[in-house]
């Protein structure tokens, strides 16, 4: 029977061309999958773990901590000393401005490592600094001023020293190295220096951001974590963790604690999964099935039921090992190439191609592991009978048999349960419930296709009556067969399904993000402190307006004073107008009455002083830390304009804050910062804001989502490539019938129109459904990922939708061009004569 089977597959290549296809695509879906998740996680090393992505361990303050550990000189020396560590960077880190005046500039100064290796950026000219008075500058900000090797530094202490001296010193270039990659510090000048020079600007109160370690050959990680928890077991507030687990500490930060990224990614695998287990099963069940006369009539000249089944085995391990190498070679280069194109765009830079053995090895193990299990069920229902009862027409299964019966019963359980724990994990935003309720759900609708989708193209078909007989009976044919309907249509829904949850998916989660960062950086932009010493003006306002890039600038004045338990703040006032110009929270409506008041804050009502009399108003909270306390124009006026300024108080003054333009990336929002400095004669330190951070996070979040996106053009190749499979063999099931309706009249292009109408029927329902099924998994998908922690919106990109409907339609059509180009060509005797 070994002979039989490789006889097989060489005789009828052509037979097992779509189920080798389907296993690709499957294959290479799931590895495309894995591959990104693991290159996700690597990009995110490579941004928001930058700073320590060479590290093996490090040892930081927690920051979830009330009382943080200070991690000092003593900490760094015993975490040295501990056995199986070869060197440590003990990172800080001052905040400084450098320049002549009226060009001075912000910038984040940290200091170099004695261990080279574990030094975040690389040296792109020069040597790192080896004296105090020496300093390296990061390539974006060398460019920006014009700085070489040589160029002299006035750098100064951002913040005063506590005894009265502002710590200053004069710094020479030695070194140009790579601008990070970190959010939280793109945009920023990036400044380093040796250990002394940064402590002396840091204070002698601060301590190091962190402690990082490079493990020495031979020493076991988890032994040096235990050695190096123990070494801080006496500091409350300090955490010992790998770089990846820190890097997703991070993330989680971002997301009110939770490691959504890695529950998403699994999600994709998990639903990556699924795609692969339906398209081979689908795919290689209609092959099989037209093989069963052909199988009877093996046992009838003497071959053993056990023999025929591990004929079918062996051709789907010959196929499965096949096609799965492909798969698995072509999700690499996919992925490879995705990321390639990303790494050439400077905004993206730090996207890296990361191939865990994991992807290579269960994309191998599924595609061969889902083809021989495909082809079970059908080699055992063929062997399942007697050898003249398999050689007659089989029955198909219909609702009205026990077998229809009991494939709708599973399928209703299996639709019902899963929407159950579907809708609850959207309720809970609880992605690890939804997912397997979407999943189930998913295989209920496909097991009970039978009971709609005939009746569907039924309905459908009758737009094809008025194009005579080849419309009639395309129409007819499409729910004659209603399982075979359903196989077909089975395909054309995965795959459109698929692209649609994941196109609303992304455009919710994209609307969803957009949100959390509006809320979290409201303000784009803002400019304090005049050059001059004088309060801003309009006058001001409409020069920054003026500048390229900004979108809308107003002008804020102080309104009055208010103090809570933590601070005293000054409130700034504006017109509901212009706070939608400027303030890009929806969320948050400025009106008479209401204090709007950083995050933090807990008081329900607070006290707002102003010249004339004092105003008691309502909070309303913001999720941004950095937003200025601010009333209505309207209030501000009831409160007779500042308080006097005393001994304990200051003088809040003007600003102007700005809205920018959409787009920009981190390279334009730096000259754009620069631009709006001059405009108003203010340093450069003095225009901050939102918009660079949130520039930069919005960076990563594209990055990855351009990256999931990719999986979308293999999800269109699922389709295409399953929708042709199962009419393919459809049409190659109804040879005789073809051959019977010509030899009855029935003319060649008659023929094909009839083929191409079917199939564009069937596809064009399948389509109508999976972009129904689709939009709704990818709404309740995106609620269960994000629900937790912001509110999600449904978000339909409908010119896309569109697009794949008009997608799905043409892939029918095209589905249908070879098949009934085959079918037309052959004569209706030869057909009718055939087997």
Do not use: H
Not at 100 to 121: I, K
Not at 683 to 700: C, L, M, N, P, T
Not at 774 to 800: D, H, I, M, N, R
């Amino acid at each position: 029977m070994l002979q039989v089977a490789l006889a097989q597959v060489r005789l009828n290549a052509r037979r097992f061309i779509a189920v080798s296809l389907a296993v690709l695509i499957a294959v290479g879906f799931l590895t495309a999958t894995l591959i990104i998740n693991s290159s996700s996680k690597a990009s995110l090393t490579q941004s928001v773990g930058e700073a320590y992505r060479n590290a093996d361990l490090l040892v930081t303050p927690d920051m979830y901590s009330a009382d943080p550990a200070v991690l000092d000189e003593d900490t760094a020396a015993r975490i040295r000393d501990t056995p199986g560590v070869d060197g440590v960077y003990a990172a800080q880190q001052a905040f400084v401005t450098f320049g002549e005046d009226g060009d001075s500039n912000f910038a984040q100064l940290s200091n170099t490592s004695d261990y080279a290796d574990l030094f975040p950026v690389d040296v792109l000219q020069g040597t790192l600094p080896a004296a105090d008075n020496e300093v390296a500058v990061d390539n974006d900000t060398a460019e920006r001023q014009g700085l070489s090797e040589g160029s002299v530094l006035p750098v100064t202490a951002f913040i005063d020293d506590p005894t009265g001296e502002q710590q200053t010193a004069e710094l020479t270039v030695t070194a140009v190295v790579s601008a990070s990659k970190d959010p939280q510090a793109m945009g920023t000048a990036q400044l380093y220096s040796t250990s002394a020079t940064v402590a002396g600007f840091a204070g002698p109160e601060a301590g190091f951001r962190s402690i990082q370690v490079a493990l020495a050959d031979g020493a076991a990680l988890e032994d040096v974590r235990a050695a190096l928890q123990q070494d801080v077991s006496g500091m409350e507030g300090a955490s010992v963790r790998t770089a990846q687990e820190q890097t997703d500490e991070m993330v989680a930060s971002y997301t009110g604690g939770n490691d959504i990224l890695t529950t998403i990614l699994l999600a994709f695998a998990a639903v990556a999964l699924l795609v692969c287990a339906l398209v081979v099963s689908n795919t290689f069940s209609v092959l099989v099935a037209q093989r069963t006369r052909e199988l009877a009539l093996l046992r009838c000249i003497g071959a053993a039921r056990s023999q025929i089944r591990r004929s079918v085995i062996v051709e789907a391990l010959i196929v499965g090992i096949v096609a799965s190498v492909a798969g698995v070679l072509a999700a690499i280069a996919l992925v490879g190439g995705i990321v390639a194109y990303l790494k050439n765009i400077p905004e993206s830079g730090f996207a890296t191609l990361a191939v865990s053995p994991l992807s290579v090895v269960a994309g191998l193990g599924v595609g061969v592991a889902l083809t021989v299990l495909a082809s079970l069920v059908p080699a055992r229902a063929a062997t399942a009978v007697a050898p003249l009862a398999a050689l007659r027409p089989a029955d198909d299964v219909r609702a009205g048999t026990r077998r229809g019966r009991v494939r709708l019963g599973i399928g209703s359980v299996l639709l019902a349960g899963g929407a159950v724990l579907l809708a609850v994990g959207a309720v809970k935003g609880n992605l690890l419930v939804a997912l397997p309720g979407g999943m189930l759900s998913f295989v209920g609708v496909l097991m009970c296709a039978t009971l709609f989708v005939p009746s569907l193209v039924r309905t459908v078909g009758r737009i094809a009556a008025p194009l005579g007989v080849p419309g009639k009976l395309a129409a007819l044919n499409a729910v004659r067969n209603p399982q075979r309907t359903s196989s077909t249509s089975a395909a054309l829904l995965i795959g459109v399904t698929l692209v649609t949850m994941m196109m609303t998916g992304a455009a919710t989660v994209r609307t969803s993000l957009d949100d959390v960062l509006a809320a979290g950086y409201p303000v784009d932009v803002s400019i304090v402190g005049a050059g001059d010493g004088l309060p801003f003006t309009s006058a001001d306002a409409d020069a920054a307006r003026a500048v390229e890039g900004v979108r809308e600038a107003v002008l804020v004045p102080p309104a009055g004073m208010t103090e809570t338990d933590t601070r005293l703040f000054g409130v700034y006032a504006l017109t509901p107008a212009d706070a939608a110009k400027v303030v890009r929270d929806s969320g948050l409506a400025l009106e008479d009455g209401i204090i709007l008041m950083p995050s933090g804050t807990t008081a329900g009502t607070v006290t707002v002083q102003g010249a004339s009399r004092s105003v008691e108003l309502k909070v309303v909270v913001s999720e941004s830390s950095q937003l200025q306390p601010l009333i209505s124009a309207g209030t501000a006026e009831t409160l007779g304009g500042l308080p006097a300024a005393t001994a304990d108080t200051f003088t809040p003054q003007a600003e102007i804050w700005l809205s920018v333009v959409d787009g920009l990336n981190t390279n334009e929002l730096m000259d754009l910062r620069t631009d709006v400095a001059a405009a108003v004669e203010v340093e450069d330190y003095a225009v901050s804001g939102a918009a660079i951070e949130r520039g930069a996070f919005e960076q990563v979040i594209n990055v990855l989502l351009m990256v999931v996106t990719g999986l979308l053009g293999v999800a269109v190749v699922i389709a295409l490539v399953g929708v042709a499979n199962t009419l393919s063999l459809s049409v190659l099931e109804r040879t005789r019938e073809s051959s019977l309706l010509r030899a009855l009249g029935l003319t060649r292009g008659q023929l094909r129109g009839m083929l191409a109408l079917e199939a564009v029927l069937i596809a064009g329902v399948a389509a109508l459904m999976g972009i129904v099924l689709g939009a709704l998994y990818g709404w309740l998908g995106a609620e269960s990922a994000l629900g937790s922690f912001t509110t999600v919106a449904p978000s339909l990109p409908w010119l896309q939708l569109l697009a794949v409907l008009a997608v799905a339609l043409l892939a029918g059509l095209a589905a249908s061009v070879l098949p009934a180009r085959r079918a037309a060509r052959l004569s209706p005797v030869a057909g009718l004569a055939a087997d």
